[in-house]
Structures are given as structure tokens and as C-alpha cells.
């Protein structure tokens, strides 16, 4: 990393003695600010510890004398040095008049976003967070410049306080290509957000501090207009937002929702729960712990959904090494066995990695313990407050036979699944080799879904009523074959085919098969591995009895390949093609 801080030009604004203090000190050049406070001793802090500078107290004037020498206060008692990044902010007493200065250290740091460039890269919209100086806006400075001058994309930066590009009518060249909007007064940032939108014509909108409602509200507006946002908020993690009524549209916003009778039994849950609104405003969410080790929620609508179930989301977390290189682990609760006694394990990613996690990741369901969050539980709460606490607190039971494991979309587990031409051995064969969540049922309104042959519904009219009207859905298979009646399966249950050689799944065609069958199926596989697969040339099988071939048929589409039968009986035989 490069960094560029101008220390000097603030030093020269503090008392003398102070000023040789801090030029020789030996710590200078990780020093975050100096707070100067009427009838105090002078300190200095840094990262992990503070110090006094003197032991005479701060007089008026030393105080007069450094407002002298930086610009204006503005309406945010803010003020700057004119081409740096240092920030001078003011403490009033009740008349107005300034009895107490803190000089931040403004620093530009080249390089420090190469835990996300994979994700700023991506023109989703990022939300910063992360608690006072931990070094958000250095971040969203950097963020800047690299969607300027590395992806040569129309940046505007809204800078409220002049603490991202600057004191001055000039920008800092820290920012790179990028434009600045100044903010005559903070109250009107969302204005000049709109503004922006309407007059420049950006690709990339960089906002700093989103704290009211009206900002969140322009956020929402910048998004939908397809412009890339990149803005920090107040608020350490996801869960602050949810619970900040002013702020939580940022992440699609919460409303209570009342739901049936049948709908609250089937999801085991209470009439009244909590949902998310809409799709958040930001995309992907980075809560930024130190500033080496930030997590990524690469999914903000995933995260608060999970929250607000009751269960602990599965984010990415990203730290860097002093070499530079990127570590990225995804922490998951994996269930073993299906008894519900979980264990946790750290999963490491490669860096910029895609691979998808959960259920979509080892073929295998993953349980998520609840969310164990402290929290203050003040008196007097509304019911909306109660909802959302016991929306974090709801434990759920991951037991298959207890009902309380939600499915991909909300549903208890195990799936309660409605056959429909289907043959129901195969189905039967399909759960128990496969270990499936999943339960047979012939009552069409405890059903949680329809699996039914396509032929059969194109020519069941009522059936597709009856659906509609319990807003069942149907899922159609063209055959009732064991490959088309597995992936069936996990698609309703939102869990990846495995790799073409699964043991269970060849189990499955070779289930109850005799001597003949078996020597065929084998054939069968090992043409297709050993010749059509590696060395992409079709294969023809010896001839086979109508029955045998059919079984040769169900193996090849399990490895998502194409056969037919050619030549006439009793040599009538089948021909692989490769992919």
C-alpha cells in the first residue's frame, strides 16, 4: 500500500510547542488525531493507545489561534486545510462560541481495497460498515479512484464535508478522475444527490455518511435509475440497519405481515411475522471489524431474509496478510448425518472464487444455528420492535421428523410433495436412496408442491385450478425416469446435482437389478467414461432387451448425455453420443 498524508500542514496549524512535539515523535506516522479541549491537557491519540503532549492546559487563545489558520466552519462545525485531507472538527458551548478542536489525520492509502476490487468490479451497488475509524472513507476514497481511472467509468463523489476529496475548490488527487459535489449545508445532500443524477450523467454515485431518511429515500432513487452506488452508513453490522427504522430501506426495509391459517401452521411460525419489503438498495454490504478483516455479504436480500428467520446468515470473511495476499473463509454449520448436531467449519475460498455455499455447495442440506446477538431490550418497545427481536431470537429445530427446518423458500422440511403420474416406487426408491427430505402425500392441501408428468397436466385442466387456487405450484418431469425424478427433487429442495460419478445416485439404476442388468449397466458405464466423456467419440453397445435398454437409457441421462436404440430385434442395440 502507498500513502500520502500531508501530516505537516496540520501540525503547522497547532501551538508550536505541540508542533515539535509531534514532528519528532516517534509514533507520528500512525497518529489519528489531536484533540485540543478548553481547560485540558493536549492529547495525542493513536490506533491502540493516547498520550498527553503537555501538562499545561489549553488556553482560549492557543484554541483562537488554530481556527485562525484553517477555513470556514461550515454547518456540520466542520472544517478542512485547503488540498489535504485532514478534518478540523468543533465543539461549541451553548452561545456558539468554539471551546474544543479535534484534528483528524486524513490519509490517502493506495491499495487498500484489494480485499473487494473483485466485488467494486462487478457494478453492483456497495454499502460500507463499520464503526468510527476504521477507516470507511479512506475506503470509499480508494473505491473511487479505482472506478475512475482502472475501469475508466463517469464517478461523482458527493462530499458533504469535504472529507473525501478535500478542503477546497480544488479536489485532492487521491480521488483520481473522479468529480466532487460540494453540499452547502449537510441537510441538503440528498437535494445535491438527485442533482447529481440529473445534471452529470454518472455511472457511480460515491456517498458518504447515509443518515437520514431522506438520503436513504435519494439512495433508492440513484439505484433504480441503474446507477452504481458505493456509500458508508452509520451503523456497525446488517443487523443495526434492520433495527434503524430511518435507515433499514437500505436494505429493503421490514414490514409485518399477517398470514393465514394453514400458512402459519405449515411454516410452524406465528400469524405475525417479519419480511422484507422490497429489494434492498445495495446489493452487496462490507462490515469492515478492523482494518484488516472485513466481512462480505454478497447477497444483502439472502442476509436479512436468513435474519429475519431466525437464523445466523453464512457471509464471507475477507482479511489480508502484510505480503498482500487475500484470504477469504466462509464459515458454515453443516449437519452430519441428518441428526441435527451440527459442527462448525471454516470452508477457505481462493480468492475471487464463485462457488456457491449452503445446500448449493455439497449437495447437502446445512443447518444454521439461531443468531446469538446481545441486545438491549428497553422498556416500553413497540410491537413492530417485538416482532423484529423475536425474529432474531427464533430458534428452529433441525430435526426432519419435528418440521422445523425451512426450505428453500420458507417451507418446513420435510417437503410434503403431491405425485401426480408419477410413479410412486420410484419416488420412494429416489427419497430413501438419496436420504431426501422429502414426504408422499395424497391430500392435494397439505401438499407443498405438485410433481406431476407433463403430458398428464397439459390435459388436467382442474388440477391446474386446484393448484392456482391453493397456490400449490406444479413442477413437470417429461418421463418418469430415476435421472428426471432426482433432479426434480433437488431443484424443489435447491440443492446442486452432484458430479456425474455419485455412488448413491448409480445406486439408484442399479437398485434390485439381476446378473444380465448389471453386466449391461456396467458396459454402459464404462463406455461412457472410458470413451464418449474423455475422448468426445459415440459409442454403440451390444444388443439388448427392450427392458435392459431402457435402464442403459436412464444411466446415460444421469451423466447428461444423449443415447438412442437403432437396428431392428433381436439385435436392436443402443448408440452414446458425446455432449
Same mark, same amino acid.
Request: glycine share 8%.
Given at each position: 500500500?502507498?500513502?500520502?498524508?500531508?501530516?505537516?500542514?496540520?501540525?503547522?496549524?497547532?501551538?508550536?510547542?505541540?508542533?515539535?512535539?509531534?514532528?519528532?515523535?516517534?509514533?507520528?506516522?500512525?497518529?489519528?488525531?489531536?484533540?485540543?479541549?478548553?481547560?485540558?491537557?493536549?492529547?495525542?491519540?493513536?490506533?491502540?493507545?493516547?498520550?498527553?503532549?503537555? !501538562?499545561?492546559?489549553?488556553?482560549?487563545?492557543?484554541?483562537?489561534?488554530?481556527?485562525?489558520?484553517?477555513?470556514?466552519?461550515?454547518?456540520?462545525?466542520?472544517?478542512?486545510?485547503?488540498?489535504?485531507?485532514?478534518?478540523? %472538527?468543533?465543539?461549541?458551548?451553548?452561545?456558539?462560541?468554539?471551546?474544543?478542536?479535534?484534528?483528524?489525520?486524513?490519509?490517502?492509502?493506495?491499495?487498500?481495497?484489494?480485499?473487494?476490487?473483485?466485488?467494486?468490479?462487478?457494478?453492483?451497488?456497495?454499502?460500507?460498515?463499520?464503526?468510527? $475509524?476504521?477507516?470507511?472513507?479512506?475506503?470509499?476514497?480508494?473505491?473511487?479512484?479505482?472506478?475512475?481511472?482502472?475501469?475508466?467509468?463517469?464517478?461523482?463523489?458527493?462530499?458533504?464535508?469535504?472529507?473525501?476529496?478535500?478542503?477546497?475548490?480544488?479536489?485532492?488527487?487521491?480521488?483520481?478522475?473522479?468529480?466532487?459535489?460540494?453540499?452547502?449545508?449537510?441537510?441538503?445532500?440528498?437535494?445535491?444527490?438527485?442533482?447529481?443524477?440529473?445534471?452529470?450523467?454518472?455511472?457511480?454515485?460515491?456517498?458518504?455518511?447515509?443518515?437520514?431518511?431522506?438520503?436513504?429515500?435519494?439512495?433508492?432513487?440513484?439505484?433504480?435509475?441503474?446507477?452504481?452506488?458505493?456509500?458508508?452508513?452509520?451503523?456497525?453490522?446488517?443487523?443495526?440497519?434492520?433495527?434503524?427504522?430511518?435507515?433499514?430501506?437500505?436494505?429493503?426495509?421490514?414490514?409485518?405481515?399477517?398470514? $393465514?391459517?394453514?400458512?402459519?401452521?405449515?411454516?410452524?411460525?406465528?400469524?405475525?411475522?417479519?419480511?422484507?419489503?422490497?429489494?434492498?438498495?445495495?446489493?452487496?454490504?462490507?462490515?469492515?471489524?478492523?482494518?484488516?478483516?472485513?466481512?462480505?455479504?454478497?447477497?444483502?436480500?439472502?442476509?436479512?431474509?436468513?435474519?429475519?428467520?431466525?437464523?445466523?446468515?453464512?457471509?464471507?470473511?475477507?482479511?489480508?496478510?502484510?505480503?498482500?495476499?487475500?484470504?477469504?473463509?466462509?464459515?458454515?454449520?453443516?449437519?452430519?448425518?441428518?441428526?441435527?448436531? $451440527?459442527?462448525?467449519?471454516?470452508?477457505?475460498?481462493?480468492?475471487?472464487?464463485?462457488?456457491?455455499?449452503?445446500?448449493?455447495?455439497?449437495?447437502?442440506?446445512?443447518?444454521?444455528?439461531?443468531?446469538?446477538?446481545?441486545?438491549?431490550?428497553?422498556?416500553?418497545?413497540?410491537?413492530?420492535?417485538?416482532?423484529?427481536?423475536? %425474529?432474531?431470537?427464533?430458534?428452529?429445530?433441525?430435526?426432519?421428523?419435528?418440521?422445523?427446518?425451512?426450505?428453500?423458500?420458507?417451507?418446513?422440511?420435510?417437503?410434503?410433495?403431491?405425485?401426480?403420474?408419477? %410413479?410412486?416406487?420410484?419416488?420412494?426408491?429416489?427419497?430413501?436412496?438419496?436420504?431426501?427430505?422429502?414426504?408422499?402425500?395424497?391430500?392435494?392441501?397439505?401438499?407443498?408442491?405438485?410433481?406431476?408428468?407433463?403430458?398428464?397436466?397439459?390435459?388436467?385442466?382442474?388440477?391446474?385450478?386446484?393448484?392456482?387456487?391453493?397456490?400449490?405450484?406444479?413442477?413437470?418431469?417429461?418421463?418418469?425416469?430415476?435421472?428426471?425424478?432426482?433432479?426434480?427433487?433437488?431443484?424443489?429442495?435447491?440443492?446442486?446435482?452432484?458430479?456425474?460419478?455419485?455412488?448413491?445416485?448409480?445406486?439408484?439404476?442399479?437398485?434390485?437389478?439381476?446378473?444380465?442388468?448389471?453386466?449391461?449397466?456396467?458396459?454402459?458405464?464404462?463406455?461412457?467414461?472410458?470413451?464418449?466423456?474423455?475422448?468426445?467419440?459415440?459409442?454403440?453397445?451390444?444388443?439388448?432387451?427392450?427392458?435392459?435398454?431402457?435402464?442403459?437409457? !436412464?444411466?446415460?441421462?444421469?451423466?447428461?448425455?444423449?443415447?438412442?436404440?437403432?437396428?431392428?430385434?433381436?439385435?436392436?442395440?443402443?448408440?452414446?453420443?458425446?455432449?
Amino acid at each position: 500500500m502507498t500513502i500520502t498524508e500531508d501530516l505537516q500542514k496540520l501540525l503547522d496549524i497547532l501551538p508550536q510547542d505541540l508542533q515539535k512535539k509531534l514532528e519528532n515523535h516517534p509514533k507520528g506516522d500512525i497518529l489519528v488525531e489531536v484533540v485540543l479541549d478548553l481547560g485540558r491537557r493536549p492529547e495525542a491519540r493513536f490506533p491502540y493507545a493516547a498520550e498527553y503532549l503537555s !501538562e499545561t492546559p489549553v488556553t482560549q487563545a492557543q484554541i483562537d489561534d488554530c481556527i485562525q489558520r484553517v477555513g470556514n466552519f461550515g454547518g456540520d462545525n466542520r472544517a478542512g486545510i485547503e488540498q489535504t485531507l485532514h478534518r478540523i %472538527s468543533a465543539i461549541r458551548n451553548r452561545s456558539g462560541k468554539i471551546i474544543g478542536l479535534t484534528c483528524r489525520v486524513g490519509r490517502a492509502v493506495f491499495g487498500t481495497i484489494a480485499m473487494i476490487r473483485d466485488l467494486v468490479e462487478t457494478g453492483q451497488s456497495i454499502l460500507m460498515l463499520g464503526r468510527p $475509524g476504521v477507516g470507511k472513507t479512506t475506503a470509499l476514497r480508494e473505491i473511487a479512484r479505482v472506478l475512475a481511472d482502472d475501469l475508466h467509468k463517469r464517478v461523482v463523489i458527493i462530499d458533504t464535508s469535504n472529507e473525501i476529496a478535500g478542503d477546497g475548490d480544488v479536489a485532492h488527487p487521491a480521488i483520481g478522475r473522479a468529480r466532487r459535489m460540494q453540499v452547502s449545508q449537510p441537510e441538503l445532500q440528498h437535494q445535491v444527490m438527485i442533482e447529481a443524477v440529473e445534471n452529470h450523467m454518472p455511472e457511480v454515485i460515491v456517498i458518504d455518511e447515509i443518515g437520514t431518511e431522506l438520503e436513504a429515500l435519494a439512495a433508492r432513487t440513484i439505484a433504480e435509475r441503474g446507477v452504481q452506488l458505493v456509500g458508508t452508513a452509520h451503523g456497525n453490522q446488517i443487523e443495526n440497519l434492520i433495527k434503524n427504522p430511518t435507515l433499514s430501506d437500505l436494505v429493503g426495509g421490514i414490514q409485518a405481515v399477517t398470514l $393465514g391459517d394453514d400458512e402459519a401452521r405449515r411454516r410452524g411460525s406465528q400469524k405475525t411475522v417479519l419480511e422484507r419489503k422490497a429489494p434492498p438498495t445495495f446489493e452487496i454490504a462490507v462490515e469492515m471489524l478492523e482494518r484488516q478483516r472485513w466481512v462480505v455479504h454478497e447477497s444483502v436480500a439472502d442476509t436479512v431474509d436468513t435474519l429475519l428467520r431466525g437464523r445466523q446468515p453464512t457471509p464471507q470473511t475477507r482479511t489480508v496478510d502484510d505480503h498482500g495476499k487475500v484470504a477469504i473463509v466462509r464459515q458454515l454449520a453443516v449437519v452430519n448425518g441428518g441428526n441435527g448436531n $451440527g459442527h462448525v467449519t471454516n470452508v477457505e475460498e481462493s480468492f475471487l472464487s464463485a462457488k456457491p455455499n449452503g445446500w448449493r455447495s455439497s449437495g447437502q442440506m446445512v443447518a444454521l444455528p439461531p443468531l446469538s446477538l446481545d441486545r438491549e431490550r428497553p422498556t416500553g418497545r413497540s410491537e413492530f420492535d417485538r416482532l423484529l427481536d423475536e %425474529s432474531f431470537n427464533y430458534s428452529e429445530s433441525f430435526d426432519f421428523a419435528s418440521r422445523k427446518q425451512a426450505g428453500p423458500n420458507g417451507e418446513d422440511l420435510p417437503l410434503h410433495i403431491y405425485p401426480y403420474g408419477v %410413479s410412486r416406487h420410484q419416488l420412494e426408491q429416489v427419497i430413501n436412496v438419496l436420504t431426501l427430505p422429502v414426504i408422499l402425500t395424497k391430500d392435494l392441501d397439505s401438499a407443498d408442491a405438485i410433481l406431476a408428468l407433463r403430458s398428464h397436466v397439459k390435459n388436467h385442466a382442474k388440477l391446474r385450478q386446484m393448484a392456482k387456487a391453493r397456490h400449490v405450484p406444479i413442477h413437470v418431469i417429461k418421463s418418469s425416469t430415476i435421472p428426471q425424478i432426482t433432479r426434480s427433487l433437488r431443484r424443489l429442495l435447491n440443492i446442486d446435482d452432484p458430479d456425474m460419478g455419485d455412488d448413491r445416485e448409480l445406486q439408484l439404476l442399479l437398485h434390485n437389478g439381476g446378473d444380465d442388468e448389471m453386466d449391461a449397466l456396467e458396459e454402459a458405464r464404462l463406455a461412457v467414461e472410458q470413451i464418449v466423456i474423455p475422448k468426445g467419440q459415440p459409442v454403440e453397445l451390444l444388443p439388448r432387451s427392450s427392458q435392459v435398454r431402457k435402464m442403459q437409457h !436412464e444411466l446415460v441421462e444421469h451423466y447428461r448425455l444423449k443415447s438412442d436404440s437403432f437396428g431392428d430385434e433381436p439385435n436392436r442395440r443402443l448408440r452414446i453420443y458425446p455432449a
